[in-house]
């Protein structure tokens, strides 16, 4: 059975610091990764994609990292804002398949 | 664009009533999706429709009824509701191309209440 695990489950950090996020997975045969993130009250938003090929993709202060060969990926948070308090969910596809899987996120929280 | 919408955004029912919630995306994608979303549950599926009149069960679809009416809309339908069934539901819609590159998009949600 496919599936992806996120740790920390929760994470408390002060303003201004940096965090990883972990996610590993055994969906096969892969087809991409993506990490969202979810604001409380809200639906989840890409903030990257990475297929086989990529081993980091980077969107502004949010930084994602794959090890194919270890099925692990990472995100990481520069500079954490205020703003950055929130859900991160990792979502690895399958290639062929409709159905995506998700993990269970991790929620930060950042104090000033 | 205005992506993926979602109606209502709010709903309190009463034990055994009924109702639909609406999902319509205006990207041509051709699969989309109802999931809902526990605390400390993450998010579960539960129906899709890979293309255009096809439907298919998800992980947690009992009590639940779909339909997807076109490319653009589909619904979810709880016959008969239950306490179980409070959730916050997420519709969501995928192009799948070549690239690998397929982004999920979703809606904000409808926070359901059964009493």
């Known amino acids: 059975k496919n599936q992806v695990e996120q740790s920390p489950q929760s994470l408390i950090i002060l303003e201004g610091k940096n965090c990883t996020l972990q996610c590993n997975y055994t969906v096969s045969p892969f087809s991409n990764l993506r990490w969202y993130k979810q604001d409380t009250g809200r639906g989840p938003v890409s903030l990257t994609i990475?297929?086989?090929?990529?081993n980091t993709k980077s969107n502004g202060r949010y930084t994602a990292t794959l090890d194919a060969d270890t099925k692990q990926s990472s995100l990481h948070i520069t500079a954490s804002q205020l703003s950055d308090s929130a859900s991160y969910i990792c979502?690895?596809?399958?290639?062929?398949?409709?159905?995506?899987?998700f993990g269970r996120g991790t929620s930060l929280i950042v104090h000033p | 664009n205005a992506g993926v919408t979602q109606t209502p955004k709010f709903q309190v029912l009463k034990t055994g009533q009924s109702m639909t919630l609406q999902c319509a995306q205006d990207m041509n994608h051709n699969s989309m999706y109802w999931y809902r979303q526990d605390p400390g549950m993450g998010l579960r599926l539960i129906y899709y429709s890979a293309s255009e009149g096809t439907t298919d069960k998800g992980e947690v679809p009992n009590g639940y009824n779909v339909s997807r009416l076109n490319k653009r809309e589909f619904s979810l339908r709880l016959e008969s509701a239950a306490p179980s069934q409070t959730s916050v539901y997420f519709c969501a819609s995928i192009l799948f191309g070549t690239s690998g590159l397929d982004e999920q998009f979703f809606g904000p949600g409808t926070r359901l209440t059964v009493l």
């Open positions: 990475m297929t086989f090929s990529e």
């Open positions: 979502v690895v596809s399958e290639g062929g398949s409709y159905i995506p899987t």
